[in-house]
């Protein structure tokens, strides 16, 4: 049976190129055979084939930042759940975190990942691997064992490596093999114990907040060390407008730098916090609306290299607690493509400038061919229909965990099928 079809009559939006018209894309083994507005239905339509009825394809998401809890906590999400997760929100490739239990600082450990999601994602799954030991910042890890076994970044996950000494080291050594860090902006000694962004509201609920000048200094240092080292870095989730005034500076003085943002800081701000609402209680945390619009302003602009979910799954025992004592984190896969939909439906970006960082941005940023609709790369499609409305609801989320902070809205774009390599992976309904 022939592995060929074609998807025609489809709105096609590649940020690589470009390109946003009406045409098709003709799949063979695997990889985009043709794609653009010459594309017409075939003249014997094969079962495989696909009429879009107008629906938008676009090359299937990449996200930078999912963590799973397999190993060492699987009650909260596994490889094999996420994948599903990520599929329904049309994320067709991942980077997963290296904080498990164990820590992803071994040769064995990525290989592990490697092996694992092969056999139980439908996804494409890479894993990142930890900067230093056990995430604890003391001793940096073999980075270049990992790098040669498919690690496709270096990060010490949530915690900022705060030994300026090792994490120079850690640099200088990282660009013998060309590898790439992920450093997340944060002063731990100015955040140790807040609960939101520091500011009045804080004030007025009374709880402890993370001031923005954390992320600055940390920020400030990474370039610094970065730039006497050579590194290539990406600045982690990066929260604030003044982030990303400093990102720009260093990149027009020719540092190797990218940087990403949390969807949730491009829809979110400090007042959505609410009534102590747990399930919004992330790091970075919800910052000031005028910080919201400068990151969107930065997605306009190109600034801001890669939107990621920043799935962090958290089972309800952990969640439903007192805001101070309960944990960070969101699910974010299944609402990742939503959350920038909704400001193409305001008229903040376009559908181009709102699916450059999640497709060819982060695929530029780890150097994989997928991201794009040219000839020759891998078939990694989505599917979907960009002013469909919707409510999430969590006990409709496929993650295993529920902690969303779209929970209860309504949201707008929704995914009707995923492809990964040309295999059908999701359809909805």
């Keep these: 049976m022939s592995d060929r079809f074609v998807i025609f009559n489809a709105r096609l939006i590649d940020p690589a190129s470009g390109r946003d018209e009406t045409g098709g894309v003709v799949v063979e083994s695997g990889r985009i055979l043709e794609a653009g507005a010459h594309v017409r239905p075939p003249a014997s339509p094969s079962p495989a084939d696909l009429d879009a009825r107008g629906l938008c394809l676009s090359p299937g998401l990449i996200d930078l930042r999912v963590k799973t809890g397999e190993p060492g906590g699987e009650n909260k999400e596994t490889l094999e759940t996420a994948s599903a997760a990520a599929a329904a929100g049309g994320v067709a490739s991942f980077v997963m975190m290296p904080d498990t239990d164990p820590v992803i600082d071994s040769l064995a450990l990525v290989d592990f990942i490697t092996r694992r999601a092969r056999d139980r994602a439908d996804v494409k799954v890479y894993p990142a691997a930890g900067l230093t030991l056990g995430l604890k910042g003391e001793r940096m890890s073999e980075i270049g064992l990992m790098h040669e076994a498919g690690a496709v970044m270096f990060s010490n996950g949530d915690q900022a490596v705060e030994d300026a000494g090792v994490l120079r080291r850690a640099m200088m050594y990282a660009t013998g093999f060309d590898a790439l860090i992920a450093s997340r902006p944060d002063t731990h000694t100015l955040t140790r114990g807040s609960v939101m962004h520091s500011g009045a509201f804080a004030g007025r609920l009374g709880l402890r907040g993370a001031p923005p000048e954390a992320e600055w200094i940390a920020l400030s240092r990474d370039l610094i060390l970065a730039e006497t080292t050579g590194a290539r870095l990406m600045i982690d989730t990066l929260s604030t407008g003044r982030s990303l005034e400093v990102v720009e500076q260093a990149r027009a003085r020719g ?71 309960a944990a960070f984190g969101a699910v974010g896969l299944e609402t990742l493509l939503s959350a920038l939909l909704g400001l193409v439906a305001e008229g903040r970006l376009t559908l181009l400038e709102a699916l450059r960082p999640l497709t060819s941005g982060p695929a530029d940023v780890l150097g994989l061919p997928q991201g794009r609709l040219s000839t020759g790369a891998p078939a990694d499609l989505v599917l979907f229909d960009p002013d469909a409305p919707w409510l999430c609801l969590r006990e409709n989320l496929v993650s295993r965990s529920k902690n969303s902070p779209f929970d209860g809205r309504r949201l707008t774009g929704r995914v009707h099928r995923t492809y990964v390599d040309g295999r059908l992976i999701f359809r909805r309904g």
């Design 255 to 325: 540092l190797k730098v990218a940087c990403s943002a949390a969807a949730y800081s491009l829809v979110f701000n400090e007042i959505d916090v609410g009534d102590y609402l747990t399930y919004c209680k992330v790091f970075p945390p919800f910052r000031p609306e005028s910080d919201r619009l400068a990151l969107i302003d930065g997605v306009k602009r190109g600034v801001v290299d890669a939107v990621v979910s920043a799935h962090d799954p958290q089972p309800p025992e952990d969640k439903r607690l007192p805001i101070a004592d």
